[in-house]
């Protein structure tokens, strides 16, 4: 049995003559609430992370990790407070702790634009809808 990985979120599963697809996808749409932080990881890609903030009339305040790898520039040019949308796959990982094993949650950005930007904002969630009709169609 093998894994393609064709795409972050995406995969196909060959079993038995099988084909099986499945997708992970995540869309944001929330407050700037940090400054990226920008570090260099050993294989010279850059991560950004920061925190998205999504509020609900129907649910608890939710602040959303999110790490996006190699960012374009703009990243830098976002303000804290301003409403942006980003797109990506939910991530566990798991790390070595003083207290032994420890786990966190984020969301892996593959596309992002501030919501002020209508047409970029509506790409976004346009390749989001056909990624998502596309699933459902496998």
Do not use: C
């Amino acid at each position: 049995m093998g894994t393609k990985q064709s795409e972050p979120g995406a995969y196909e599963q060959n079993n038995a003559g099988e084909t099986e697809t499945g997708l992970n996808q995540a869309v944001i749409i929330g407050q700037f609430v940090s400054e990226p932080e920008f570090r260099t990881l050993p294989s010279g890609s850059v991560a950004a992370s920061f925190a998205l903030r999504v509020r609900s009339s129907t649910a608890k305040t939710t602040s959303v990790p999110v790490v996006w790898y190699d960012p374009p520039k703009r990243l830098a040019t976002w303000t804290v407070g301003e409403m942006v949308i980003v797109r990506g796959s939910v991530v566990r990982r798991f790390f070595q702790a003083a207290r032994g094993l420890g786990s966190s949650t984020e969301v892996v950005v593959r596309e992002g634009e501030r919501a002020r930007h209508r047409a970029k904002s509506q790409t976004v969630l346009d390749r989001g809808a056909s990624e998502l009709r596309t699933a459902a169609d496998d």
